[in-house]
């Protein structure tokens, strides 16, 4: 059964691995949607990520129905076992790209129905609001959290400048403090200055910030869309160097050596060495179960050393 862990000061006790549920409804039609959440529950785990525009961009979807097949699919579970995350901030079909207190609120009841629950156990700020004041924001997801309509709040892509003035507000004004910062990350390390477009890396100094602060990191992307397990991979370009395909070597040394597979040593040790919670994405039962499947902590453990060896720095971005 798949390990548990704290997300620290919200008493939310959550899988080490977190089900991604983006393309769920869309590209993922809502049979094979319940075969995969019906794997991961047999697997032990309890932690589902979703958001409000799931997934909008995919061609003849609005954006929601990720949220509404999960939100079936729960009407057969016990509500209480689960912790549903959702999504606030980006823009899709006529919601404004914005952490508006009346956006926060309005799409939080429109994520609640979806859901078919009465609260969200873990709501994120889905980006940086650079036009709203912070503490509007913050004003408003503690009045979801006094109402019982969210137990914890969080932060997905927000450079470190603005989490920490996110936090440092909500405790000036005794309101709910962001718990958790879900970025995008993985082993290989982009290079300075590298373009994402929205999506925000974890950096150095973030990861530094949220460990003193006692933040929990999430992180979306871990396996780069199945680089690991490609035979001749091509990395992206924002990942393409020499230090990388270094890093790369050496998890298919340990993957060739101990059975395990790349993709499968990758989340164990952003899991257990890093202690960040990976968001695992699969469109087949096979592709799940295969990253359900923990390798041993003794090979992930040598294998993450080697990788640190090699990285005696730590890129500052």
């Known amino acids: ?4 862990r704290e997300i620290t000061g919200s008493g ?6 977190c089900l991604g549920t983006m393309y769920f409804g869309t590209k993922v039609s809502e049979r094979e949607s319940f075969q995969l959440l019906d794997l991961y529950a047999d697997r032990g785990g309890n932690f589902l990520d979703c958001a409000n525009k799931y997934a909008s961009w995919v061609p003849g979807f609005a954006g929601g129905e990720s949220e509404r097949v999960v939100g079936k699919w729960m009407k057969h579970r016990r509500r209480e076992e689960w912790i549903l995350t959702s ?4 823009a899709y079909g006529t919601i404004p790209k914005t952490l508006s207190a009346r956006v926060i609120i309005s799409e939080c009841e429109k994520s609640l129905k979806r859901l078919g629950t009465d609260h969200i156990d873990l709501y994120f700020a889905h980006s940086q609001d650079p036009l709203t004041p912070v503490e509007e924001s913050m004003e408003a997801f503690h009045q979801l959290v006094t109402s019982g309509k969210v137990r914890s709040i969080g932060a997905s892509n927000h450079d470190v400048l603005r989490l920490a003035e996110s936090n440092r507000t909500a405790q000036h004004l005794g309101l709910e403090s962001f718990t958790v910062l879900q970025q995008r990350y993985t082993l290989l390390q982009p290079y300075v200055g590298a373009d994402f477009g929205t999506q925000y890396i974890l950096t150095p100094e973030q990861e530094s910030y949220c460990r003193s602060a006692g933040i929990t990191l999430m992180a979306y992307s871990p396996l780069l869309g ?3 397990g490609e035979a001749s991979p091509t990395l ?9 395909r270094k890093i790369l070597e050496i998890i298919r040394k340990y993957a060739e050596e101990s059975g395990y597979s790349p993709m499968q040593l990758v989340l164990a040790g952003i899991s257990e060495f890093r202690d960040i919670i990976p968001i695992v994405a699969a469109s087949s ?5 295969e990253s359900l499947s923990i390798p041993s902590s003794e090979v992930v453990s040598r294998m993450m050393e080697e990788i640190d060896a090699l990285d005696t720095f730590r890129i500052k971005y």
């Open 1 to 4: 059964m798949m390990k548990r």
């Open 285 to 289: 039962e096979s592709h799940l179960a």
């Open 226 to 228: 199945g680089v690991y």
């Open 12 to 17: 939310l006790d959550v899988s080490r691995y």
């Open 87 to 90: 999504k606030v901030g980006f």
């Open 236 to 244: 992206p370009v924002q990942y393409d160097n020499s230090h990388n």
